[in-house]
């Protein structure tokens, strides 16, 4: 079965780094669009970034754009997310997502099929 498993939160302070991994099984990971959401305490899970199959095509929300980079090791079957200047506001639990429809932007939970646990988040002030 498809299992997705997140690793590397932690707590940083604000202007830090940190790399976010999520470990895919169970499916064929070079065929599938993958995905990063997040969900802070008392709001709506949000979109975060998405990649192609192939890594080609990468999509942001605004809010992370030249901070957050998303990429994928095909050969590793790990998606990552490196998250650089972290700010408070980006305090959550990510989640890694998984989608085996083609490329095209993906960026709505509801287009991703599979998810993991989550990693938790916190960024100092």
Same mark, same amino acid.
């Given at each position: 079965? &498809?299992?997705? &498993?997140?690793?590397?939160?932690? #707590? %940083?302070?604000?202007?830090? =780094? #940190?790399?976010?991994? +999520? !470990?895919?099984?169970?499916?064929?990971?070079?065929?599938?669009? %993958?995905?990063?959401? *997040?969900? !802070?305490?008392? $709001?709506? *899970?949000?979109? &975060?970034? =998405?990649? /192609?199959?192939?890594?080609?095509?990468?999509?942001?929300?605004? =809010?992370? $754009?030249?901070?957050?980079?998303? /990429?994928?090791?095909? !050969? $590793?079957?790990?998606?990552? #997310?490196? %998250?650089?200047? #972290?700010?408070?506001?980006?305090?959550? &639990?990510?989640? +890694?997502?998984?989608?085996?429809?083609?490329?095209?932007?993906?960026?709505?939970?509801?287009?991703?099929?599979?998810?993991? *646990?989550?990693?938790?988040?916190?960024? =100092?002030?």
């Amino acid at each position: 079965q &498809v299992q997705l &498993v997140e690793s590397g939160g932690g #707590l %940083m302070q604000t202007g830090g =780094s #940190l790399r976010l991994s +999520c !470990a895919a099984s169970g499916f064929t990971f070079n065929t599938y669009v %993958m995905g990063w959401f *997040r969900q !802070a305490p008392g $709001k709506e *899970r949000e979109f &975060v970034a =998405s990649i /192609s199959w192939h890594g080609t095509s990468t999509y942001y929300v605004d =809010s992370v $754009k030249d901070r957050f980079t998303i /990429s994928r090791d095909n !050969a $590793k079957n790990t998606v990552y #997310l490196q %998250m650089n200047s #972290l700010k408070p506001e980006d305090t959550a &639990v990510y989640y +890694c997502a998984t989608d085996p429809a083609p490329w095209n932007r993906q960026s709505t939970a509801r287009e991703f099929d599979y998810w993991g *646990r989550g990693t938790q988040v916190t960024v =100092s002030s």
